[in-house]
């Protein structure tokens, strides 16, 4: 008999940061810097994708059970 899978790790808890961190109102509330040209926030919003990929591959590789 194999035991219930439970998410009761503590790494499900990174998760919130990919939801909390673009909440943030002060960190891109400003037109500059700019990268390549682009303003701020447009570049920030791609920024915060590439966060949420990295936090779900640590969080992924953190709770997956070895086979």
Do not use: C, K
């Not at 990268?35 to 936090?55: C, D, K, R, T």
Request: no cysteine; hydrophobic share 55%; proline share 10%.
């Amino acid at each position: 008999m194999t035991t219930p899978r439970t998410d009761r790790s503590p790494w499900n808890w990174l998760l919130l940061l990919p939801i909390a961190v673009p909440l943030i109102p002060a960190l891109f509330n400003a037109v500059e810097p700019r990268l390549f040209g682009i303003p701020l926030f447009y570049w920030l919003q791609l920024a915060f994708v590439l966060l949420s990929v990295a936090v779900t591959l640590v969080v992924y590789h953190m709770t997956r059970r070895a086979r």
